[in-house]
């Protein structure tokens, strides 16, 4: 036995027992101060998750449309697949091979294939000079003719250029009455056809401004600047502000109306486009807005009390009128959303 500084083993206990109390303090104090560290990143994490879980609910829940929803048609990585599928069904598809398809390329299961039949030829034109690949030779003199009717279009697109003399009259009231023609714009030297062109190209084709000038001068070869082009998509849509407003008043007179809207930017900057559905007539509307005050602007301030929308759970259809029914495609994800979750 080693005896301590007085020699006694008493002192020799009380220096060993000094010297664990001091060892358990000091890990009593690396396990609190490591104890604070995980409660820390415990309560970063938990708001991580909770941060997380407030996005995920905003692309799952009963209101999600299929369009934000993920899956196999939204998943990446799935693209080169269904590219390589496409490809493989493409050679075994049959039907016409310049026959375009929504859906799947060539001709429904059941369903006898046909040929397009050939229009009547405006011109006919006959080659007598071949050549023989194995030989060299060049043949003059054929034997007799295979024919092939060839559809197509020449380039540019021919475009007619009419000048319209429009009677001017004095009225016996004093009125000067110029004589009008359909055909003939009261603004520009742009025919109706052209202007609709482009109203068609900007949006069903969804061409920029840019690009349907240089169609224009390709095609048609009218050099058109893309400023033209805004100009007359512009008018298009002011020759159409009539028509416009006849639908929006039937729709204002209609029993059930089907309204939606979904974010649309302009200029980027958060616009919403909405549109107004009844079994005539369709039409959209795209606002700054996607409170009750679009719905006052379209429908009117006094829609009738037993006409009836039909909509989602958006508030803004409630706070505007009192008679709504829940769509078919909301109802059902809603039921399938809790389902889910049974």
Known sequence: MSLGIGGSPESTDSAIRTKDSTHLRQQLVIQELENRLLRRQLAAQQQ???N???????YENPNTPPSKEGGAAGS???????????????????????????????RD?????????PPEP???????????????????????????????IPLPIPTTVVEYELGKHHCSCGNEVVAEHP??????????????????GRFHQR????????????????????????????????????AYEDVKARIRESDV?????????????????????????????????????VLEDVLGEEFAEDSTLSCDGWSAYRSYHNETSACWAHLLREAEYVAERL
């Open 109 to 117: 299961e059941g369903h006898e294939g046909t040929t397009r039949p």
């Open 52 to 58: 997380l879980q407030a996005r995920l609910k905003r």
């Open 183 to 200: 055909d003939c714009p009261e603004t520009g030297r742009f025919g109706p056809n052209i202007m609709a062109q482009t109203a068609l």
């Open 48 to 50: 991580q998750i909770e």
């Open 122 to 152: 405006e011109e006919t034109i006959r080659v007598d000079q071949g050549y023989c690949p194995d030989c060299e030779q060049t043949l003059s003199n054929p034997d007799s003719y295979v024919s092939r009717t060839i559809i197509d």
């Open 207 to 242: 061409l920029p401004n840019r690009k349907q000038a240089e169609l224009f001068e390709w095609e048609l070869d009218i050099p058109l600047s893309h400023r033209t082009i805004y100009n007359l998509t512009k008018r298009v849509a002011d020759r159409l502000r009539p």
């Open 257 to 293: 109306v089907y309204c939606d809207e979904t974010g649309f930017p302009v200029d980027g900057e958060q616009h919403w486009a909405w549109t107004f559905v009844t079994d005539e007539d369709v039409l959209f509307w795209v606002d700054e807005s996607r409170g009750s005050q």
């Open 76 to 106: 990446p990585g799935n693209d080169d697949s269904d590219e390589e599928e496409n490809e493989d069904q493409g050679d075994d598809a049959g039907g016409d091979a310049d026959a375009a398809s929504d859906s799947s390329p060539g």
